[in-house]
């Protein structure tokens, strides 16, 4: 059986103005990245984009486990097979980081006919804009520590500098840190997060336009002065430099599915220490162009899909039609306590257990008020009787599961879930609201999701960071939204309690005001902004053949 690298190299790809025109993008409005992607002009575009948006479906999942669920090769095979409808049709994804990708994860293009391409391109440098963000953020660490080393006429307090360095590679090592010696300044401990969970990159994927991403980034917060008074990049005068840095990687790419449809990759924050969803100005162009438009949102659904709705849609102003879950029989049965190596086996009485989880995400996504479908994204060792319980289970919870096999037949493989998602939308049944009000005060935002997606039945604060809330609702940031930063793999904040965890307490250890992004971070647990390599780590895998070809990705 081809690997994925090796189904993806041996597509021949649809000429890209080919694939640009299924939603009306004009040739001169690509700019040419290689041969097979492109930035999008977006003032080009202005003219070609409708009055009237497309409608917008979000793919989450139930909580994802080692076994796998595949949401972004659903994402991908929910667009083929609504293309393969006859529909307008465009894919807004992620672009994958390098961490993952030299980790544990692997990349984040999809999988067997349900791919985008090229995919060791997309996976690894892709058009450079994760290395423009990477450089922007760094700029501003750099003009923090100049303006201390050249007299401080800010009064910058060194003790509560807040703005640390990132890089696009796992690596515990830089987690904590000390700079500045050898007589290059004043030591202070610092660190080091991914690029992924850096202000810069939310700002990036919430900016409308280069305006605002130039005010957002020089609302930033880099440091306080001894009374607590902010300082902001604008006052370090560094944002007109980034935003320089910012300008073409602004640009939405374009690359395309192994069926020939359009996909926009733009942005990659994680879910799990982030907001987890693709540009606004992605998704925004695409609705301007395509009558459906298909976005994820990273991890389970009480991560992504949450900060999808409560971060993204209420700033951006957007109205989801329908939400897909993915799940698959192997996680669900991993969810009700079988071992990994023994998912193979039909196991229906564990596989009802698992679905608890499930269950659990699709009470939570109704209380957002817009209609879900499950897809069971298949494996080969799925048995009928398994099948059937999955759809027994979601049916009882007032919805639809539909078996999906897009990542062997692709879009051919989606057409029931491409049907039932046009149903949905035609019916108009969405209703969507955010979870909380924006004038609730921050530490009771935490609450709200802690108690009302995550079950907790208590939520402690640190008290340090219950005195940083106060503050800065004081100063005027109580409206904003909260970005939980949670393990991925439980409804709790402890990674290894599986199923649907309920009346547990959530911790909040730190927490974090994002001021130019427009939400205050809440560290819940154990969670690092900095992940580590594994034991053994995907990088060791990788390498280039005779042919020139990356092998071992993915």
Request: net charge negative.
């Amino acid at each position: 059986m081809p690997t994925d690298i090796e189904i993806a190299q041996a597509a021949t790809p649809v000429p890209l103005a080919q694939v640009a025109a299924k939603i009306g993008i004009p040739a001169e409005a690509l700019i040419p990245f290689g041969r097979t992607k492109a930035k999008l002009d977006t003032v080009r575009l202005a003219e070609a984009k409708r009055d009237r948006e497309a409608a917008l479906v979000l793919v989450t999942a139930m909580s994802p486990t080692p076994a796998g669920e595949g949401k972004t090769t659903t994402t991908i095979g929910l667009g083929d097979g609504l293309a393969r409808l006859g529909k307008s049709v465009a894919i807004c994804l992620r672009e994958p980081s390098l961490g993952p990708c030299f980790g544990q994860k692997g990349g984040a293009t999809g999988g067997g006919h349900a791919q985008v391409i090229p995919m060791d391109e997309i996976n690894l440098h892709f058009t450079g804009d994760f290395h423009a963000i990477t450089a922007a953020h760094n700029l501003l660490a750099a003009m923090v520590d100049n303006h201390l080393y050249w007299g401080n006429a800010l009064g910058i307090d060194p003790r509560k500098v807040v703005w640390r360095r990132v890089m696009d590679m796992n690596d515990r090592a830089l987690r904590s840190i000390v700079s500045s010696l050898g007589g290059n300044g004043q030591p202070v401990e610092t660190g080091f997060d991914i690029t992924v969970a850096s202000e810069v990159m939310a700002i990036f994927c919430l900016a409308e336009d280069l305006a605002d991403l130039q005010a957002r980034l020089g609302a930033i917060i880099v440091a306080f002065r001894k009374d607590h008074s902010p300082v902001t990049c604008a006052d370090l005068k560094a944002d007109g430099a980034m935003t320089a840095l910012l300008m073409e990687a602004f640009e939405p790419n374009l690359v395309q599915t192994l069926e020939g449809n359009p996909a926009l990759i733009h942005g990659g924050p994680f879910a799990n220490i982030a907001h987890g969803c693709n540009s606004v100005v992605a998704t925004k162009t695409a609705l301007g162009l395509a009558d459906f438009v298909v976005t994820e949102a990273g991890f389970g659904a009480d991560l992504g899909a949450e900060k999808f709705f409560n971060i993204k849609c209420r700033k951006a102003g957007l109205s989801p039609k329908a939400v897909v879950v993915v799940a698959t029989i192997r996680s669900l049965k991993m969810n009700g306590g079988v071992a990994k190596s023994d998912l193979g086996r039909t196991n229906v009485e564990a596989l009802v257990r698992g679905c608890a989880n499930l269950g659990q995400h699709l009470e939570n996504l109704a209380r957002f008020g817009v209609p879900a479908l499950v897809a069971i994204n298949h494996f080969v060792q799925d048995s009928t009787e398994e099948i059937a319980a999955v759809q027994r289970f979601v049916e009882s919870h007032g919805s639809r599961a539909i078996l999906c096999r897009h990542w062997a037949e692709g879009g051919a493989g989606t057409q029931e879930l491409a049907q039932a998602v046009v149903e949905v939308v035609e019916a108009d049944r969405a209703r969507f609201q955010p979870l909380y009000a924006d004038d609730l005060p921050l530490s009771a935002k935490i609450e709200v999701v802690a108690k009302d997606i995550y079950r907790a039945a208590d939520v402690v604060i640190d008290k340090a960071a219950l005195t940083k809330l106060r503050r800065w609702q004081e100063a005027g940031f109580g409206h904003l939204p909260v970005c939980m930063a949670k393990t991925q793999y439980s409804f709790s904040t402890d990674p290894t309690i599986l199923g649907a965890a309920q009346g547990h307490v959530v911790t909040v250890r730190d927490v974090r005001l994002s001021a130019g992004a427009g939400f205050v971070v809440a560290l819940c647990g154990d969670i690092m902004t900095m992940p580590g390599l594994p034991r053994t780590p995907a990088a060791e895998a990788i390498g280039v053949d005779a042919d020139r070809h990356i092998t071992g990705l993915f």
